[in-house]
């Protein structure tokens, strides 16, 4: 028996938990879980055998011809969810790895369908064959509702659906245009959300809770705060971590902060673009590569004679991740809505560059203190409806390509592009990101480099998936179609 198999065992009979949700990631990055009685791992040997389940009946997974698969726990992240105290109700969450048929002691394989045991973990192999370690640091953003009714979204000029946090232009409902301000729902306007203080930030106590239990469940969470757009919108960061680690920690955010949000009455998405004319939710990724620990070893991208700190091989990692963008861009964003928060006006990066220090590129090079250990690439071109394991996967798949191939990034961009005229992008070589989920995709239908990090079953999966939900998108006729030329 493991000294993380003795340790989760200790957990499970000290903690006197009943159940534990066995959990998962299905190809669109949704986490799938079901529930096994606590004493099935103390007293029997699911660590060792795993757990079996229909594997048809996961998006992107198996036929119904070979539906047999197996859950492979990985005790090292068995965690005690903290927020329920019930004796009948204590349950404990544990991440798992996917395998064929049988499971790894019976000779089974790590299944090509599973995006942490077989992407993340390859691209790791990868990275480590070149002798660095890689460590992700996203900034998750994501909104608090007290309703949305999606059957009474209304056409206005300052946000839709209105059904806000009570921080919203109007009160936390469906309601009319005219705004209403009351003391328990003082105005932020649109767009000036970022850093406000009590009373206009009305989701202190939901952020100090959520924060509070992503601690204990070890996410180590650095600050948090509101986020620029009006209605609700916060953020959480926590410290970086290895690939696998993070996307671990991805899904106890979002398992964190929706289930806080339901013991505050509140509703939390991901959802990218919630908000009409408003800012939207992205997934600022800090990457960084290193030799030996992260953190303690030597951090690759660093060398402190350059201008920027930046070594070369950070300079081919950029590299990678600008020649990759286009592809990249439907593995981080993936949903139809991703595109509508990838437009000019509004924060997010559509042009295709890299700069110290500047948020409108797409990679920017943080400048904040003369510290080696703190040189990093920013990567601002995911968002959080994104499966992080593939999202991790190919941004540092992309960035060992550029190294390998020594793909050179040009110049620093250092002025607003949002302010450049057409004719300065095309002098400055800034190239521009998909502007539809359809684009992005036939970008990735030819990426070679991704589609290998990706494996050939989950980028058939992945895509046969998006294109459908393309399709339906496509098919769909909107209030706002309405609207515009019903009087045609």
Not at 59 to 77: C, H, L, N, Y
Not at 292 to 304: H, N, T, Y
Not at 406 to 416: A, S, V
Request: proline letters at 7%; aromatic letters at 12%.
């Amino acid at each position: 028996m493991s000294a993380d198999v003795e340790q989760a065992k200790k957990l499970l009979k000290e903690n006197e938990v009943k159940q534990v949700l066995c959990v998962f990631s299905d190809v669109r990055g949704i986490m799938q879980a079901f529930h096994i009685p606590a004493k099935i791992f103390i007293e029997g040997d699911a660590f060792e055998e795993g757990i079996g389940f229909d594997g048809s009946s996961v998006r992107g997974f198996k036929g119904i011809q070979e539906s047999d698969m197996v859950w492979m726990p990985d005790a090292k992240t068995l965690r005690v969810i903290p927020w329920i105290t019930d004796p009948i109700q204590k349950t404990a969450i544990m991440f798992g790895d996917i395998y064929e048929a049988f499971a790894a002691k019976d000779g089974g394989k790590i299944a090509t369908c599973d995006p942490r045991g077989y992407v993340a973990k390859n691209v790791i192999k990868e990275a480590e064959k070149m002798g660095y370690k890689a460590i992700f640091g996203p900034e998750i953003e994501f909104f608090v509702f007290e309703s949305v009714d999606p059957t009474k979204l209304t056409y206005d000029l300052w946000v839709s659906p209105n059904g806000g946090k009570g921080d919203s232009w109007g009160p936390p409902r469906v309601m009319p245009n005219s705004p209403e301000i009351t003391p328990g729902n003082p105005i932020i306007r649109p767009k000036e959300g970022y850093f406000r203080a009590p009373p206009e930030d009305t989701t202190v106590e939901f952020r100090n809770e959520a924060a509070y239990y992503m601690d204990l469940m070890g996410l180590d969470v650095e600050y948090h705060h509101h986020e620029v757009a009006t209605a609700g919108q916060v953020e959480i960061d926590f410290r970086a971590k290895e690939l696998v680690e993070c996307g671990d920690a991805f899904y106890i955010y979002k398992f964190v902060a929706k289930n806080v949000a339901k013991k505050f009455g509140l509703l939390a998405t991901f959802m990218p673009k919630p908000l009409y004319l408003d800012n939207a939710s992205g997934m600022h990724t800090h990457q960084s590569l290193w030799k030996g620990e992260p953190f303690k070893g030597e951090p690759v991208f660093a060398d402190p004679d350059d201008e920027f700190m930046l070594s070369q091989e950070a300079r081919y990692y950029i590299g990678g991740l600008l020649e990759h963008a286009k592809a990249l861009t439907a593995i981080a964003c993936p949903t139809v809505n991703s595109y509508k928060r990838l437009v000019p006006g509004f924060e997010a990066p559509i042009y295709i560059c890299w700069s110290p220090r500047n948020r409108s590129a797409l990679v920017r090079v943080p400048q904040y203190f003369k510290n080696p250990k703190a040189v990093r690439a920013e990567y601002r071109g995911a968002d959080p409806s994104c499966n992080p394991y593939l999202a991790f996967a190919c941004m540092l798949a992309a960035g060992l390509d550029g190294i390998k191939k020594k793909i050179d990034p040009g110049d620093p961009l250092m002025k607003d592009v949002y302010e450049l005229s057409p004719r300065e992008k095309k002098e400055y070589g800034v190239g521009e990101l998909p502007t539809t989920l359809r684009d992005a995709l036939d970008h990735l239908a030819t990426d070679e480099v991704l589609q290998r990090a990706l494996g050939s079953h989950i980028f058939d999966a992945f895509m046969e998936i998006k294109i459908d939900e393309w399709n339906q998108y496509c098919l769909y006729i909107t209030p706002w179609e309405y609207m515009k030329y019903l009087d045609y």
